[in-house]
C-alpha cells in the first residue's frame, strides 16, 4: 500500500485532465473578471433599448399587423449577433494565450508537467463557454420579447441562425487565439483582432467585390453573411445586374468558410504557442 501512494502522487494526469482543469480555473477566471460585466452590460443595454423602442413606437416591420416571426427575430437578433459574436470573440479569446506572456504566468505553468496543447485548448474552451453565456443572454430577451408579441411561435431559421452565430463564434476565437499566440502583448493581440474582424473583412470584401467583381470566398465576414440571410425567404442567391454582381454565400459555403478559418487559425495558434519560448 505504501509503494503505491508514491506512485500514484507522482503520476501525471492525462490530457484530458488538464485541459478541464485548465479549463476551469480560466472559465472562473473569466467569469468574475471586469470584461465579462462588461459584456453583460452591452449585452442588456441593446437589449434594454430594443425591447423599450419596440414596446413605446411598435415598428410595423417588426410587430405590425403585417409583420411574422421571422420579420421580428430577423430584426431583433440578425441585426447585432454576428456584432456581438466578434466583441465576444475578441473579449474573451484576445488575450488567452499573450496573458501567459504579458503576465508571466507561463513562466510558472509551462515548466509544470502539463503540456501547452492542454492550457491552450483548455483556455480556448472557457473562452468559448463565457462567450456563449453572452450569446445565450441576448437570446434568452430575444425569445422572451418573441412570446410576448407572438406567442410560442418561435421559427426555425431562428434557431438556424443561432447556431451558425455559435459557429462563427468558433471562428472568431480560432482568429483571436492565433494573434494572441504571436503577441506577447494583450493590447496588440485584441487591437488587431479588433481591426480585421470588426473593419478589415467588411472593407476587403467590399473592394474585392466593387474592384474585382469576383466572389470574396476567402473572407470570414462574407461566410458569416449567413447567419442573416437564413431568415430570407427563398434563400437568396447570387445575382447580376448592369454587369455588377452581388454574391450571396449558401450555407453550406458559409459553413465551410468559418471551418476552414476556424481550423487553420486554431492550429497556427497552438503551433505558435508550442514554439515561443517564454525568455
Given at each position: 500500500?505504501?509503494?503505491?501512494?508514491?506512485?500514484?502522487?507522482?503520476?501525471?494526469?492525462?490530457?484530458?485532465?488538464?485541459?478541464?482543469?485548465?479549463?476551469?480555473?480560466?472559465?472562473?477566471?473569466?467569469?468574475?473578471?471586469?470584461?465579462?460585466v462588461i459584456m453583460l452590460a452591452i449585452v442588456l443595454i441593446i437589449s434594454a433599448l430594443l425591447t423599450v423602442l419596440v414596446a413605446y413606437y411598435r415598428p410595423g416591420s417588426?410587430?405590425?399587423?403585417?409583420?411574422?416571426?421571422?420579420?421580428?427575430?430577423?430584426?431583433?437578433?440578425?441585426?447585432?449577433?454576428?456584432?456581438?459574436?466578434?466583441?465576444?470573440?475578441?473579449?474573451?479569446?484576445?488575450?488567452g494565450i499573450a496573458a501567459e506572456f504579458q503576465n508571466k504566468t507561463g513562466y510558472f505553468t509551462v515548466p509544470n508537467p502539463i503540456r501547452r496543447s492542454s492550457i491552450y485548448?483548455?483556455?480556448?474552451?472557457?473562452?468559448?463557454?463565457?462567450?456563449?453565456?453572452?450569446?445565450?443572454?441576448?437570446?434568452?430577451?430575444?425569445?422572451?420579447?418573441?412570446?410576448?408579441?407572438?406567442?410560442?411561435?418561435?421559427?426555425?431559421?431562428?434557431?438556424?441562425?443561432?447556431?451558425?452565430?455559435?459557429?462563427?463564434?468558433?471562428?472568431?476565437?480560432?482568429?483571436?487565439?492565433?494573434?494572441?499566440?504571436?503577441?506577447?502583448?494583450?493590447?496588440?493581440?485584441?487591437?488587431?483582432?479588433?481591426?480585421?474582424?470588426?473593419?478589415?473583412?467588411?472593407?476587403?470584401?467590399?473592394?474585392?467585390?466593387?474592384?474585382?467583381?469576383?466572389?470574396?470566398?476567402?473572407?470570414?465576414?462574407?461566410?458569416?453573411?449567413?447567419?442573416?440571410?437564413?431568415?430570407?425567404?427563398?434563400?437568396?442567391?447570387?445575382?447580376?445586374?448592369?454587369?455588377?454582381?452581388?454574391?450571396?454565400?449558401?450555407?453550406?459555403?458559409?459553413?465551410?468558410?468559418?471551418?476552414?478559418?476556424?481550423?487553420?487559425?486554431?492550429?497556427?495558434?497552438?503551433?505558435?504557442f508550442e514554439r515561443k519560448e517564454f525568455n
Amino acid at each position: 500500500m505504501s509503494n503505491d501512494q508514491p506512485h500514484a502522487a507522482n503520476t501525471v494526469p492525462g490530457s484530458l485532465v488538464q485541459v478541464g482543469v485548465t479549463m476551469k480555473y480560466t472559465l472562473l477566471d473569466y467569469l468574475r473578471s471586469r470584461r465579462f460585466v462588461i459584456m453583460l452590460a452591452i449585452v442588456l443595454i441593446i437589449s434594454a433599448l430594443l425591447t423599450v423602442l419596440v414596446a413605446y413606437y411598435r415598428p410595423g416591420s417588426m410587430v405590425g399587423s403585417g409583420a411574422t416571426t421571422i420579420d421580428f427575430y430577423s430584426t431583433w437578433w440578425g441585426t447585432f449577433a454576428s456584432f456581438l459574436t466578434v466583441i465576444s470573440g475578441i473579449f474573451f479569446g484576445g488575450d488567452g494565450i499573450a496573458a501567459e506572456f504579458q503576465n508571466k504566468t507561463g513562466y510558472f505553468t509551462v515548466p509544470n508537467p502539463i503540456r501547452r496543447s492542454s492550457i491552450y485548448i483548455g483556455k480556448f474552451l472557457a473562452s468559448f463557454t463565457a462567450a456563449t453565456v453572452v450569446l445565450v443572454v441576448y437570446l434568452a430577451i430575444a425569445v422572451a420579447n418573441g412570446l410576448f408579441y407572438f406567442g410560442a411561435n418561435i421559427p426555425s431559421q431562428f434557431g438556424e441562425s443561432f447556431l451558425f452565430a455559435w459557429f462563427y463564434l468558433l471562428a472568431v476565437l480560432g482568429f483571436t487565439f492565433m494573434f494572441s499566440s504571436l503577441f506577447k502583448t494583450s493590447s496588440y493581440a485584441i487591437l488587431v483582432s479588433f481591426l480585421l474582424l470588426i473593419v478589415g473583412f467588411s472593407l476587403i470584401s467590399a473592394l474585392i467585390e466593387g474592384l474585382t467583381n469576383t466572389e470574396p470566398w476567402y473572407i470570414l465576414s462574407y461566410g458569416a453573411s449567413i447567419i442573416m440571410d437564413v431568415f430570407t425567404s427563398p434563400y437568396p442567391t447570387t445575382i447580376t445586374r448592369a454587369g455588377f454582381t452581388t454574391y450571396v454565400a449558401s450555407i453550406p459555403e458559409g459553413l465551410a468558410i468559418m471551418a476552414a478559418y476556424f481550423i487553420v487559425s486554431s492550429m497556427l495558434g497552438l503551433i505558435l504557442f508550442e514554439r515561443k519560448e517564454f525568455n
